[in-house]
């Protein structure tokens, strides 16, 4: 057993693998607009190429900011694609252009933009994936309202509904997340002093999307997106590694359910704790050939607990385990990084029960 314990997983090695053929990602992430992020990624891009790094900003967005166009000077700029649309001409990435130039790092800001109709791909995303299959490193920016799976949290938070998203899996790739962190009451300030955009439109802006509450709710999901990717990547190194957990970062809470009665119980210590900690929680079922033999009202009882779980915002997990069930759940938990879990009266017949 610890022979097999010590082994790197073979899918993470494979990810590993995945990695390094292309070029790697580095994400600037923040809450809202006006928070910076540009101007970060300008930043550590004039330091690398300080260092002698060939550095191309392929597109940035300076929205007129004098401080952003200030930063944008003398570093090597692509010249951008004209895409003619409704007797406008509008610009875009080249992404051509940009392979054929392959520079080391290539600065491609607002990672969730759309692009012209008639260009070869929808979104920005889809090109940055195909720049870095060319094994071009790129810097990107994102805020937290345009990850997907967050997209309608974001709309209840704030009641505006971002039309532009990434799907995860973009998030999940990058090999680098900054979280570029300013607090609501510098925001709001550099709001008001025109910083993010012109005044009548910032007066309209405070009074909807970037009121204080909102602000706050969106900088705590952007810390947590930002720590959720980290912590993932944690978990991937430590599996390509074959290095055994727990480790201190990004604890998790779980509870193990089944369809006993009292498992909505324990759903609900779990919730308090994780709300107290501030941890995700995951509410894990096992499988085995006992649940086959569930009685109809049993089968229900265990749905309606899952229901539960999931309406509370936990993760919910499946695990097949036929003899060692107590050993397979406590592996289950060193790889997940749980710290602590919440069980219910143990069952006859080795079972765990919550």
Known sequence: MADTEARPEPEALLASAARTQRGQLKIFLGAAPGVGKTFAMLEEARRRIAEGVDVLAAVIETHGRAETEAMLRDIPV????????????????????LIARRPKIALIDELAHTNAPDSRQEKRWQDVMEVLAAGIDVYTTLNVQHIETLNDTVARITGVRVRETVPDRVF??????????????DLLARLRAGKVYVQDQAARAVQNFFAKGNLTALRELAMRAAADRVDAQLREHMAANAISGPWPTQERILVCINESPAARDAIRVAKRSADRARVDWIALTVTSARVESLTEEEKD????????AERLGAELATLEAETDVA?????????????????????????LAA
């Open 78 to 97: 692509l010249p951008r694609r004209p895409v003619y649309y409704q007797n406008r001409i509008l610009s875009e990435l080249d992404v051509d252009g």
């Open 301 to 308: 009882r265990l749905a309606a607990t899952l229901r539960l």
């Open 172 to 185: 999940e790739a990058a090999d680098e997340i900054e979280l570029i962190d300013l607090p609501p009451e």
């Open 327 to 351: 050993r397979e759940i406590l592996d289950f938990a060193r790889k997940r990084n749980v710290r602590r879990i919440v069980l219910g009266r143990p069952r006859p017949a080795n079972w």
